[in-house]
């Protein structure tokens, strides 16, 4: 078994074609390591760039890639032919510091060589999830690459950071920290049909009332005093793509604002909801009437 640590740079350049922006690779770097963790191969190689001929300013600051080495590199096809034959038949795991390398590099198969999927790729772990599994931290906190390796007590002073060859090296450092077979196994993905629907799913905010994803059950605000169900006194209003309505607990006669947003994702539908008490501008005119201390106000408030 051999672990496979790939990194990929790229550049956001407008596509013509596309009729929009997309991320090119201009670079990739990998390292080989056996079933005893040792470093057997590494791979390094630029991509010529056909779509964006110059680099945006950050990615040169950022990598030190200039225009000449992507200008002078191997065409994408040639370069990925290349680095299938050097990943070999073997059996592998290619390991990436989270799957964005990997989303981009199906946008680029799908691009430039017109299919969508990666002829090298059989099983794949996103790594960046399973160390933060690893090491206890919580999905919400996504963790960078550098702090991990820091957390870890890895020195990484002589690597030049993203840049792909010694991102995949530290990558390499921490994989070994890290590393626990069974638990690698069931961080396992094997890259299927379903994988590739999954990956490529953009997780999409729902508007339309009338959407059969959406619960209707849960659609209703519980009185936030006496926890009894409100009944809705507005129409549901389409707010920063949620849904907002005000309700009206009958026993205390409290009136609630209730905001609720579905995200749809591959295999979920993900809820947010929050009720809040529900002031009316009228409301809020008197009050501060009453606290002027205008007696005409507070006549009318009566
Ligand atoms: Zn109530």
């Not at 849960?218 to 809705?232: F, I, N, P």
Request: net charge positive; proline share 2%.
């Amino acid at each position: 078994m051999n672990y496979i640590i790939m990194d990929l740079e790229w550049n956001n350049t407008y596509c013509k074609k596309k009729k929009g922006f997309m991320n090119e690779i201009i670079e990739i770097g990998a390292v080989k390591l056996n079933s005893n963790l040792d470093i057997v191969d590494t791979y390094s190689v630029f991509i010529k760039a056909q779509l964006g001929k110059k680099l945006h300013a950050r990615v040169k600051e950022l990598t030190n890639i200039t225009n000449d080495d992507i200008s002078s590199g191997t065409p994408f096809s040639q370069a990925m032919s290349n680095f299938r034959k050097w990943v070999s038949h073997e059996e592998n795991v290619i390991l990436t510091w989270g799957d964005t390398d990997i989303r981009v590099l199906i946008e680029n198969f799908k691009y430039f060589n017109g299919i969508s999927f990666i002829p090298f790729l059989s099983n794949y772990v996103n790594l960046q999830k399973y160390a933060q599994a690893f090491m206890n931290i919580s999905k919400a906190d996504q963790i960078g690459l550098s702090a991990a390796a820091e957390k870890l007590g890895i020195n990484f002073d002589d690597y030049s950071l993203h840049r792909a060859l010694d991102d995949s090296k530290l990558t390499a450092d921490l994989f070994k920290k890290i590393f626990n077979e069974n638990m690698l196994k069931s961080y396992t993905l094997v890259c299927d049909n379903s994988f590739y629907s999954k990956i490529t799913f953009k997780p999409k905010v729902i508007t339309d009332i009338n959407s059969p994803l959406i619960d209707k059950t849960k659609m209703v605000s519980l009185c936030d005093v006496c926890g009894s169900t409100c009944e809705r006194i507005s129409d549901w209003r389409v707010i920063n793509q949620s849904f907002r309505a005000i309700f009206l607990c009958k026993k205390c006669k409290r009136k609630i604002r209730f905001t609720i947003r579905f995200k749809e994702y591959y295999d979920r539908i993900d809820i947010k909801s929050s009720s809040v008490p529900f002031i009316e501008k009228k409301e809020i005119k008197n009050v501060v009437a009453v606290e002027a201390g205008t007696n005409q106000q507070n006549k009318t408030e009566e």
